[in-house]
């Protein structure tokens, strides 16, 4: 779709650039175009009797849009008139299924747009009355099983008692919500073929509800657990959320099929809280993802154990985190960008394992935590404005030849309170800032309350000059004891209280994420795991 919608606006542009020249040749108008969010040119979907059919399309003709028509069979369902000289236009087709529709009835769309020259084109779409999910009984590993895959257009209970096996992609849609018992493991289809995917995707309008306790956490995580076989970094997708909080990119923002954003700051997909992510970021993907996820979404103990790629990443939106940690991440820790206004406290990354990005080299390095607005508009609203504190960084060594890891990174114009963190063990820069315009360091972008040590370079660019230089913040080189490649429990006190930033944010006057043995969070019953695999307790 990107690369028909860009030779289209090339198109017009010839036009523009000529069409005061004298006319030496005729030009031939491209055919008009019917584009779907997936690039594809007809569509087949399956929905069940009673439910509705919404498919977005962007029409297109260079000499002017005419007509566009939809027939059902030989009957015209839908027609639109273009009358103010459009080029493009949007269309929204939707068909309700009937509620006593029988199940293997299907519908046989045509889509014809016509342009002002008079030439034709047709997008088909059909769709097949049907269950949307199925639910097969496996054995697996002498247990009983439900494997489950395909779109939950409503409601759907992952029972405690019930073992579930997800394959491919399952989606929850049409405002349903998902909910998992506390103390449920989820298990996810691994494949050999890279091409095959296993993932949960939760889509804007919709919700999950996984709730879990200290004693009894909800664990997503890799088939080759239930049959007893060694899991890998990478075996399966991981869990996307797709809301309708705004982001710099748009209101409606296509993502793999799915559609986020909006103007629900305070909208909520639902909630996560004592859940483990485990043996995630197969093909690219990363293991927790948000994508215009709004405010009323809560966060709150959620750990990624091995994941090949980022371990949170987010997208635009304004949910807010706290207790979350990352072990062993191949990627990123957490990168967000795309105008996300959010805030987080006690924030946990460690990974002792070289980047799993590629290529390696000095512009591709994985960072701890990636903090950006937008990569060419670094001026672009919503602007990515963050709140954090009391944050734990440890990276793969300081000596580390091919580690290509940094710690935190605020850039592309991202700008927000950065205190109470503690970065450690990186072979390339702990902290960097840049990206900025002097007058709002020190203002609008603040670095405060900082221990970073044992780094091939502790400070860069304006982190160096602005904030450790200059001797007007607590931004220094002290080691702070106790915090190794292997452990992340330490802390030493700070005159900043978080709370002075929000009520949100909870009181925590040191310096790191986890204060002292006394008082870690990580120790919590059985939910986190440490980075040899063994639960902490």
Not at 24 to 50: H, K, N, R, Y
Not at 90 to 102: E, L, P
Not at 422 to 436: G, K, M, T
Not at 504 to 513: K, M, P, Q, R, V
Request: proline share 3%; glycine share 10%; hydrophobic share 40%.
């Amino acid at each position: 779709m990107k690369n028909k919608s860009l030779h289209f606006l090339v198109v017009i542009l010839h036009l523009l650039m000529t069409g005061c020249a004298d006319k030496e040749i005729d030009f031939v108008f491209p055919e008009p175009l019917i584009l779907s969010m997936t690039d594809e040119t007809a569509l087949t979907l399956v929905q069940e009797p009673g439910k509705i059919i919404n498919v977005p399309l962007n029409v297109q003709a260079a000499s002017g849009l005419e007509s566009l028509v939809v027939y059902l069979g030989a009957e015209r369902y839908d027609e639109v008139s273009y009358t103010n000289n459009e080029l493009s236009a949007s269309y929204d087709f939707k068909f309700n299924v009937a509620a006593d529709a029988s199940l293997g009835t299907v519908y046989d769309f045509v889509v014809t747009l016509t342009d002002k020259i008079g030439r034709s084109t047709s997008f088909p779409i059909t769709v097949s009355v049907d269950a949307t999910y199925t639910i097969t009984v496996e054995t697996v590993a002498g247990k009983e099983v439900s494997v489950i895959q395909g779109k939950i257009n409503g409601d759907f209970h992952f029972a405690r008692e019930k073992t579930y096996v997800v394959a491919g992609t399952l989606a929850v849609e049409d405002g349903g919500t998902l909910t998992i018992d506390a103390g449920s493991t989820v298990y996810f289809r691994t494949s050999a073929d890279n091409a095959v995917n296993s993932r949960l995707v939760i889509a804007r309008g919709s919700r999950i509800q996984a709730t879990g306790t200290a004693a009894t956490p909800i664990v997503l995580t890799s088939e080759k657990v239930l049959r007893g076989e060694d899991p890998s970094f990478d075996d399966w997708g991981g869990l996307f959320l797709f809301g309708a909080a705004p982001t710099n990119r748009g209101s409606n923002v296509v993502e793999d099929g799915f559609v986020y954003g909006g103007s629900a700051a305070a909208e909520s997909s639902g909630r996560l809280r004592y859940v483990r992510i485990e043996y995630a970021g197969k093909d690219d993907y990363h293991a927790l993802n948000f994508f215009g996820v709004g405010s009323a979404t809560g966060i709150d103990r959620v750990q990624v154990f091995q994941c090949q790629n980022n371990a949170f990443r987010i997208r635009g939106g304004r949910v807010n985190l706290r207790y979350i940690a990352a072990i062993d991440h191949g990627g990123y820790g957490l990168w967000a960008d795309e105008g996300w206004q959010g805030k987080g406290q006690f924030w946990l990354f460690q990974t002792n394992i070289s980047a799993t990005l590629v290529p390696r080299n000095f512009w591709n390095q994985a960072r701890s935590l990636e903090l950006r607005n937008h990569d060419s508009f670094y001026d672009s609203s919503p602007r990515t404005t963050f709140q954090i504190a009391n944050v734990t960084l440890i990276g793969n060594g300081e000596g580390t030849t091919d580690g290509t890891r940094r710690g935190a990174r605020v850039r592309r114009g991202a700008i927000g309170q950065l205190r109470n963190l503690i970065v450690a063990h990186f072979p390339s820069d702990a902290v960097r800032v840049e990206d900025l315009p002097v007058e709002v360091l020190g203002g609008e972008m603040v670095l405060d309350n900082v221990r970073a040590f044992r780094s091939a370079t502790n400070y860069a660019q304006e982190a160096e000059s602005i904030f450790f230089q200059s001797g007007l913040y607590d931004v220094t080189e002290d080691v702070v004891s106790g915090i190794t490649l292997d452990n992340y429990v330490g802390s030493v006190s700070s005159v900043f209280n978080p709370q002075q930033l929000d009520p949100w944010f909870i009181a925590a006057d040191y310096i790191g994420a986890v204060q002292h043995a006394n008082n870690d969070w990580t120790r919590e019953g059985v939910w986190f795991k440490n980075r040899d695999g063994s639960i902490s307790e």
